[in-house]
């Protein structure tokens, strides 16, 4: 017999908690508050939540830039004060800051070299990275020409640069143009094919809805909604049904004449909320000592 272990989370957060002192004054303030949350392996993650809500603070942690107060932080299994913990992940913050005179090539190849690559293995993955992101023929331009969303482009490049595991991404369509966003938007999909699990934090709620398998809603540190997607938009006591080959007395009854007429339900479920209109009710009467 063979025994099998499940995957560890790509992350693990249990009973965070972040406190902050304010300078000068008797007082502190709770950026995050008793966090539970976990990201499997592959999935497309997003956590949401207004301003000041603890999303900063969370991606920090998880990261480990920022300490949490209690609880603790994981990443496949190590924690996040661990520098080990890090050589799986990859990072684009939200206004990312590049060397402007560098060439799209070269900015490569200098975040290459940082991750430890060489010779034929950092020319490949360059030359890889380049197309993927779709920007082989502006290799050669700076990257002080470069527009916002080539530049949030090569942000994910140089992210995935040392073949990550994890990608994290905070508002990674900021400044875009409809175009780049959806550019970006399908770049994020096909990362997912390839097995890279995607952590991201956006205020575009539609992006959002279109590329996530889960999400988290966070509104003055804590988390006030978590779920898989289908399920957090259901509309809750409706239920709705598509058939097909229906004749009009169906709608009358439809669970027994349905059966009588030999249609056929082709779906049943509840009808769906948007996600924004989640988020909204979810964030309500925002809490003025919050902080992110």
Not at 236 to 252: G, S
């Amino acid at each position: 017999m063979v025994l099998t272990t499940a995957p560890k989370p790509a992350v693990s957060l249990s009973g965070v908690t972040k406190i902050f002192p304010v300078p000068f004054q008797r007082r502190s303030v709770v950026a995050v508050r008793d966090l539970n949350l976990e990201v499997a392996p592959g999935q497309i993650y997003g956590l949401l939540g207004p301003n000041g809500s603890g999303k900063s603070t969370t991606l920090k942690i998880i990261l480990g830039l920022v300490t949490p107060t209690r609880g603790r932080s994981q990443i496949f299994g190590r924690t996040s004060d661990q520098v080990a913990s890090r050589e799986s992940v990859g990072f684009l913050p939200e206004s990312p800051y590049f060397y402007k005179f560098l060439t799209g090539t070269e900015t490569l190849r200098f975040y290459g070299k940082l991750c430890g690559l060489r010779g034929a293995a950092l020319k490949n993955r360059i030359e890889e990275m380049l197309a993927l992101v779709g920007l082989t023929k502006a290799r050669d331009r700076r990257l002080g020409g470069y527009s916002k969303g080539m530049l949030q482009r090569i942000g994910l490049a140089q992210a995935l640069i040392q073949e990550p595991a994890l990608l994290v991404l905070d508002e990674p369509t900021a400044g875009v143009d409809p175009a780049g966003a959806r550019e970006i938007r399908d770049l994020i999909l096909e990362l997912k094919t390839r097995g890279i699990t995607v952590l991201l934090s956006s205020h575009l709620l539609g992006q959002v809805q279109e590329i996530c398998d889960r999400v988290g809603i966070l509104a003055n540190g804590i988390l006030v909604r978590e779920g898989a997607l289908g399920e957090l938009l259901g509309v809750e006591n409706q239920m709705q049904f598509v058939l097909e080959n229906a004749r009009p007395d169906l709608i009358e009854a439809i669970d027994d004449l349905a059966k009588k007429s030999g249609a056929r339900v082709i779906e049943r479920g509840r009808p769906q909320t948007s996600l924004e209109q989640l988020f909204l009710e979810a964030t309500e009467a925002p809490d003025e000592n919050a902080h992110e």
